[in-house]
């Protein structure tokens, strides 16, 4: 199968464009046992874990930002190179610095499928080096006193996705299966589904206690609360928009309805606008995958 570049890969390209033209401001949020949780202005949320057994990086942000990433790390570390780095899913702006720190020697950990479709990506050194070691279900790191567990959630945000679960320190990054506070990109081109996403958040909620650390993919430090808020937005949303399709409705038809209107204020942002978010639900419903939603304008 050949991958063919997705919107989203369109507009990762566009961030990392404005990425490359400017110095990143990075914003670490010391969390428990040594993990840092490592934000910026562009690309997802980065889990930092340090100690004397080296470093490991969950996720390392967008095509040509690896210089700032390593410098960013080493404000936090004093060293910025990372033993392993572990992709939680294939995106750019997730899998961006693998080649950067490749190159430094880092050894880069992902899913099969993140393997897989970026190797078949016609713009494969745009998204990132492809990962050395890959996995299945499941894969267990033992190092700085930590057990950190990466667990694979099929058809969720793609095919390929992995929470990622810090089990001394209680800290959980759920990639891109999160979005805090904002409407979920989910990327039906990519392997993804609605069920397979609300499963995936069902999954962060049984690992998540009362007290655990939550890093999303995108959007603030967040808790089990936060998770269950996103479960409950997406199923309310998924049960106005699926009776439409079931009518007959065209997706033209259903966006001029503006039927998630209630949903607007609080879920709506940049990327995946209300707009989007009718057409994710709708071309899900509809069982098409290979429209992606992105292809709605949010204007």
Avoid at 13 to 21: K, P
Avoid at 51 to 70: N, R
Avoid at 206 to 218: D, K, M, N
Wanted: include cysteine; charge should be negative.
């Amino acid at each position: 199968m050949k991958f063919i570049l997705t919107t989203a890969g369109a507009l990762v390209f566009a961030a990392t464009a404005s990425a490359q033209d400017r110095e990143l401001t990075f914003e670490p949020t010391e969390l428990r046992g040594g993990i840092v949780m490592l934000t910026t202005g562009a690309g997802g949320n980065m889990g930092v874990l340090t100690g004397d057994d080296g470093i490991l990086l969950v996720d390392d942000l967008l095509p040509g930002t690896g210089s700032q990433v390593e410098a960013a790390i080493a404000d936090i570390a004093g060293e910025g190179v990372p033993r392993f780095i572990l992709n939680t899913h294939y995106h750019g702006d997730h899998t961006g610095s693998n080649d950067h720190f490749h190159a430094e020697g880092s050894t880069i950990v992902a899913h099969h499928n993140i393997r897989t479709r970026l190797a078949a990506s016609d713009e494969q050194n745009a998204y990132g080096f492809l990962p050395v070691l890959t996995f299945g279900e499941d894969i267990h790191f033992h190092m700085n006193g930590e057990t950190v567990r990466a667990v694979h959630v099929p058809s969720a945000h793609t095919d390929g996705d992995a929470l990622v679960y810090f089990e001394t320190a209680d800290v959980l990054h759920m990639g891109d299966t999160l979005f805090s506070g904002l409407f979920p990109f989910i990327d039906l081109t990519g392997g993804g589904t609605v069920d397979g996403y609300l499963d995936a958040m069902e999954t962060g909620l049984r690992i998540a206690g009362p007290e655990t650390q939550v890093i999303p993919g995108h959007g603030p430090l967040s808790t089990r609360e936060d998770i269950q808020a996103s479960i409950d937005m997406v199923r309310a949303a998924r049960a106005i928009i699926a009776p439409l399709v079931e009518a007959g409705m065209s997706l033209e038809e259903v966006q001029a309805a503006n039927p998630l209107a209630d949903f607007h204020d609080d879920w709506n942002w940049g990327f995946i606008c209300t707009p989007r978010m009718v057409a994710t639900l709708y071309l899900d419903a509809a069982g098409d995958a290979e429209t992606s939603p992105l292809a709605t304008s949010c204007n």
